[in-house]
């Protein structure tokens, strides 16, 4: 039995997980300001954040065939990153329902910032993920309310960010499995800015943080939360279920 663990430990640990990072990518090529934070996408920012945590990364963008998700990268990956903003609606509903299909066989996803509102987050939640909003230059403090949980490994009781987009509830989704973050703002909201989900097989983290005028993704401890995320949602949850036609046991 130990012999068992101990060899399924050392597998996990020599596994290196496939993370492929999704941004509409639109921003960064329209607005000055964007462009100024992020010269080659919030994608490569993070791709290059992310490089030290021993990642098998790659980036895909909307601009790409099928968004650059086809199904040889879709199987190829283990863990999916997304970003978008100005162009959910362009996002094709095939590859909506591929990478759907994909997260509920087990492929994790960590869905960032404004992606709360794309049709992928829409469809894995079943509700409109609306939330309020303000864009004012806040300062942000993300209290760990989950210290146990994997996602927040290394960090303190909080993260402080000197500015962000604020979020505020109500937020629209189903109440998370995990609550991991909930974020305080200058002006006073609060929000559930860290949320696990478990859908079939596949783990889901929310993280709210990433307004694309705010340099959010160089900072360290940002990075560590996804890199964790990826970590966790790595390994599907649980066994492939068994649907259908059900014989009497006796
Ligand atoms: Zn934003």
């Known amino acids: 039995m130990i012999k068992a663990v101990i060899g399924s430990k050392a597998f996990i640990e020599a596994r290196i997980i496939r993370v492929t990072i999704w941004n509409e990518f639109v921003a960064e090529r329209t607005d000055p300001e964007v462009a100024n934070i992020y010269p080659k996408g919030i994608h490569y920012a993070l791709a290059e954040g992310l490089a030290p945590y021993g990642l098998r990364i790659r980036t895909a963008t909307l601009d790409m065939p099928e968004h650059g998700l086809t199904e040889q990268v879709i199987n190829d990956t283990d863990v999916l990153i997304w970003w978008g903003h100005l162009a959910h609606e362009e996002v094709d509903d095939l590859v909506v329902e591929c990478v759907y299909q994909k997260v509920l066989q087990g492929m994790g996803l960590i869905v960032l910032h404004s992606g709360h509102f794309s049709k992928l987050f829409q469809r894995l939640m079943g509700t409109t993920c609306q939330l309020r909003w ?15 949980h994997s996602i927040t490994e290394g960090l303190g009781h909080y993260i402080e960010l000197q500015q962000e987009e604020t979020y505020g509830e109500f937020f629209d989704i189903p109440a998370p499995d995990e609550l991991i973050f909930v974020g305080w703002f200058q002006g006073g909201e609060v929000f559930r800015s860290g949320c696990t989900f478990y859908r079939r097989r596949g783990k889901i983290f929310y993280f709210q943080p990433g307004h694309e005028t705010h340099p959010t993704y160089y900072n360290k401890e940002i990075l560590l939360v996804i890199a964790n995320a990826v970590r966790w949602a790595a390994s599907p949850h649980g066994a ?9 046991l006796e």
């Open 240 to 248: 492939e279920p068994v649907f259908g036609n059900a014989k009497p």
């Open 134 to 148: 303000r864009e004012a230059n806040e300062r942000e403090i993300l209290w760990v309310v989950d210290p146990s």
